[in-house]
Every structure is written in C-alpha cells, then in structure tokens.
C-alpha cells in the first residue's frame, strides 16, 4: 500500500507566540513532553516495520517540533528506511541544523516558516543558506499579512534562486486584487491560498490513500474532519479505507486542500506535496533594490 500520513502528537509547546497563529499555545509540562515523546517513538516504531507499504510522513505538530530532540531523531531514523518516500516537518526552523548531518537528504524534506518579529532576520537567513549548502530539500514561506510584504520581498531577494517561497492568505484576511498581485509577484500559487476552495461533495484523496494520526494512534482522513476511521496500532484503519468525497463546505488549509482531486495540485508539485515544493518551482521576478538572490 502506498499511503501518505499526517502525524500530529499532543505537543503543543512552541518557542514562538505569533498572534497570528491558530495553533494551540501553552507551555508544556515534562509529563506532557514525556507523552509526545512516547507518542512519536510509538509511530516510528510502527513506520519502522510497516515493510510491505511505501510511506510518506508529514510530521504537522502543533507546536514547534524539532527544538526538541525525538522529533530530529525520529526524522533521521525514518529518512534512513528504504519503504519511506519521504519524511518532512512544518517548522519555524529555530532549531540548530547540524542533526541532518545523519539524515538521508534524499528523503528528509524541511517546510519552513518565517515569523518576521520572533526571530533576528539575519539568523533565519543563515540557516536557510546553511540548509542549502547541505542539500536538504525545503522551501520557506510567510503569513500573507500586510506588515509582511516588505519582510518576504527582503527574503526572496536573499534566498537562494531555487527555494520556492510560499505566501499562505492569512486566516480570516480578505485581499484585494492589488494586494493579490503584490503577494503573487513573489509566490505565482499564492491564487490557490487566496480563497477557500469550495470542496463539499468533491473527490478528496483522504481517507483512501491520505490519512491523519494522533498520538494516541486514532486515524481519521484529515486534520479537519473528526470522524474517525479507526486504530493506527491495530490496523483497523485499513478497512475504511476507499474513495471518498468531502463533507465539509469548504477547505481553506493547504495540507488540506492539496489532496482535492479537483485541484492540479499533485501535479504542480509532484515529488514534493508534502514539503510543498514545486515539481518546477517558480522564479519570481525579484522587486527592483533588493539585490540579486543567491544561488546553489
């Protein structure tokens, strides 16, 4: 079975406080780090001996996942079996790199947020060049909110050519078609963040060949629908598994989204869903006085 899995354990602690983020904020306990740990081992350990399937991970924590050292090991271990596609993670890359030196960067894959007003400028730059220099596939992105056009202009004139930089719409923000172009301009997809994509009744690849986890090993067909399709750790998942269309109005959420069938999508970035990568990233046209952006 080729089957994709979105993996979200109870962690929920993060080094940042965005007040535009929707994830949960709190300070975890060293019980409750305990138990996202134990959580963590307990799928890669499942991951490890599921031989006879091709998996692709997308670790989706809630709060920042490799500060803390079993999210960096468990990404190693995984990128090192031959049965996984590829193992990737949402971070705000606050966390040192030289970890990846034992990953296979053939597999491990980085999806990369900056947060312009947590983080120096100067320090998250470095540590994209640095991920450059060492091969590891990732791309970088920001919150579409207007304070942060001018911080995205500055990092993809910095960046490296081939780092795609993503623009997610900002939740509950409306664009105007002048703003559009302006966070276009960087991002060419930035029309797919833009609106909600109308999905009720539609063909949705969750549940069948994507599905989501917790830590406790429940298995539903996405982050955003909570009925559930059984046990991870007793394979009773795999019974529900089929064809499915979605029963919710709308998806406004790229992990989302990108496995409506209705969309081009998997096309588009194809080899790199899970990291969103584009198959063919785009060159965006560099505004004017921002310099030249690095290359490798």
Not at 3 to 19: E, K
Not at 69 to 88: E, K, Q
Not at 133 to 141: I, L
Not at 166 to 172: H, I, L, S, T
Request: a neutral charge; proline letters at 7%; hydrophobic letters at 35%.
């Amino acid at each position: 079975m080729d089957l994709t899995l979105l993996y979200r354990g109870p962690l929920a602690s993060c080094d940042y406080d965005c007040p535009y983020c929707p994830f949960a904020k709190r300070r975890d306990t060293p019980e409750q780090l305990r138990a996202d740990r134990a959580a963590l081992e307990r799928f890669a350990d499942w991951a490890a001996t599921r031989t006879g399937d091709t998996l692709s991970v997308l670790l989706t924590p809630w709060g920042e996942g490799l500060v803390r050292s079993w999210y960096r090991d468990a990404m190693v271990r995984l990128s090192r079996l031959p049965h996984i596609r590829r193992v990737a993670i949402q971070t705000n890359l606050s966390c040192r790199t030289d970890w990846l030196a034992g990953a296979d960067l053939d597999t491990l894959a980085l999806w990369c947020t900056y947060h312009p007003g947590q983080t120096p400028y100067d320090r998250f730059l470095a540590k994209a060049h640095d991920l450059a220099a060492r091969g590891v596939r990732f791309s970088v992105g920001v919150v579409g909110l207007p304070d942060h056009l001018e911080h995205a202009r500055r990092l993809r004139a910095d960046l490296p050519a081939r780092v795609y930089l993503w623009v997610n719409a900002a939740e509950g923000h409306t664009y105007t078609d002048a703003q559009a172009a302006s966070w276009t301009e960087l991002d060419p997809l930035f029309p797919y963040s833009r609106h909600p994509h109308r999905s009720g009744g539609l063909p949705c690849r969750t549940g069948e060949s994507v599905v989501s986890v917790d830590g406790d090993g429940t298995v539903r067909r996405c982050h955003f629908v909570r009925a559930e399709l059984g046990n991870l750790y007793d394979d009773s998942f795999r019974a529900a598994l089929r064809p499915r269309t979605c029963p919710l109005a709308v998806c406004d959420c790229h992990i989302g989204y990108v496995h409506l069938e209705t969309l081009p999508l998997y096309d588009v970035f194809a080899g790199g869903v899970l990291e969103r990568i584009p198959a063919d990233a785009p060159s965006p046209r560099v505004p004017q006085g921002l310099g030249t952006p690095g290359r490798y």
